[in-house]
Nanobody, 126 residues
Framework: QVQLVESGGGLVQAGGSLRLSCAVS????????MAWFRQAPGKEREFVAF????????NYADSVKGRFTISRDSAKNTVNLQMNSLKPEDTAVYYC???????????????????WGQGNQVTVSS
């Protein structure tokens, strides 16, 4: 059984920073692709970033590129999302997700992911 437990998030002013963490438990996580998605009120869930656990390859949505950094800590079995230069439009519930890695072509699609965290609210005030 794979479990994802998120922490971090909260309220910050525009231009500030926040860090989200996702603790991964279960077997074979080294074969995973890990991702962050977000969902704002009234909008569909959207891709933010992914990282392939083995090798560390990453990719980002254009809207966060240069501001957000996804990383993994193999010693702690965590995936982190460092969010800098936050904007009000980054306000959303952020979800950690995991799937067995098969292709980068599908890694940005929410339907690829079998396992999801509980979601954490990030609110950026203007």
């Amino acid at each position: 059984q794979v479990q994802l437990v998120e922490s971090g998030g909260g309220l910050v002013q525009a231009g500030g920073s926040l860090r989200l963490s996702c603790a991964v438990s279960g077997r074979s996580y080294s074969k995973f692709v890990m991702a962050w998605f977000r969902q704002a009120p009234g909008k569909e869930r959207e891709f933010v970033a992914f990282i392939i656990w083995s090798g560390g390859r990453t990719n980002y949505a254009d809207s966060v590129k240069g501001r957000f950094t996804i990383s993994r800590d193999s010693a702690k079995n965590t995936v982190n999302l460092q969010m800098n230069s936050l904007k009000p439009e980054d306000t959303a519930v952020y979800y950690c997700a995991a799937a067995y890695y098969s292709s980068t072509r599908t890694a940005e699609r929410s339907e690829t992911y079998n396992y999801w965290g509980q979601g954490n609210q990030v609110t950026v005030s203007s």
